[in-house]
T-cell receptor
Framework: KAGVTQTPRYLIKTRGQQVTLSCSPISGHRSVSWYQQTPGQGLQFLFEYFSETQRNKGNFPGRFSGRQFSNSRSEMNVSTLELGDSALYLC????????????FGSGTRLTVV | KQEVTQIPAALSVPEGENLVLNCSFTDSAIYNLQWFRQDPGKGLTSLLLIQSSQREQTSGRLNASLDKSSGRSTLYIAASQPGDSATYLCAVNNNDMRFGAGTRLTVKP
């Protein structure tokens, strides 16, 4: 059974550009969550999608957005990149989170220069 | 707002020691609590999941306990090995998953 797949693994972007990250959940999982991890702030919740609907959202500016497709794959977009957006972006999927918890992907390392 | 705290922030032990990592949370209305391991630059690997109705879970040398009423969980690692060196993260799930800052464990050969 394939795990959670995140692409790309590494990304270097210039300040002011935009970026799109992709996450393919475990087959059958309908919930996808996104997290930002930085040395200073630790793991911070961005948003969660369930069956194409945003179920929950963390405290990030509107430059951070996401969506989920009918096949449960999810994308996260960051517009007008800032140096502080450099981080490891992690995606997690779940069948029913209140029972089975979450499974994480390997992450996308974004560097903004 | 759920706050999750992990103590200690870092721990260094010689190989073979038994050790305990601590996690505390402020809102006891949780669905479950999950312990993860993270190696440098990698994603999170789930170690143990404890439902709110459970008191403990075991997997191999790992045992996690949950005291929901006091807002505490512990992760016990028996007979530690150098391969256990990693950052251990506690996460509680009530409406979204909130993480502690982690405990960085080093097991010296």
């Amino acid at each position: 059974k394939a795990g959670v797949t995140q692409t790309p693994r590494y990304l270097i972007k210039t300040r002011g550009q935009q970026v799109t990250l992709s996450c393919s959940p475990i087959s059958g999982h309908r919930s996808v969550s996104w997290y930002q991890q930085t040395p200073g702030q630790g793991l911070q919740f961005l948003f969660e999608y369930f069956s194409e609907t945003q179920r929950n959202k963390g405290n990030f500016p509107g430059r951070f957005s996401g969506r989920q497709f009918s096949n449960s794959r999810s994308e996260m977009n960051v517009s007008t990149l800032e140096l502080g957006d450099s981080a490891l972006y992690l995606c997690a999927s779940s069948a029913t989170f209140w029972v089975y918890g979450y499974t994480f992907g390997s992450g996308t390392r974004l560097t903004v220069v | 707002k759920q706050e999750v705290t992990q103590i200690p922030a870092a721990l260094s032990v010689p190989e073979g020691e038994n050790l305990v990592l601590n996690c505390s949370f402020t809102d006891s209305a949780i669905y479950n609590l999950q312990w993860f391991r993270q190696d440098p630059g990698k994603g999170l690997t789930s170690l143990l999941l404890i439902q709110s109705s459970q008191r403990e879970q075991t997997s191999g040398r790992l045992n996690a306990s949950l005291d929901k009423s006091s807002g505490r969980s512990t992760l016990y690692i028996a007979a530690s090995q150098p391969g256990d060196s990693a950052t251990y993260l506690c996460a509680v799930n009530n409406n979204d998953m909130r993480f502690g800052a982690g405990t960085r464990l080093t097991v010296k050969p």
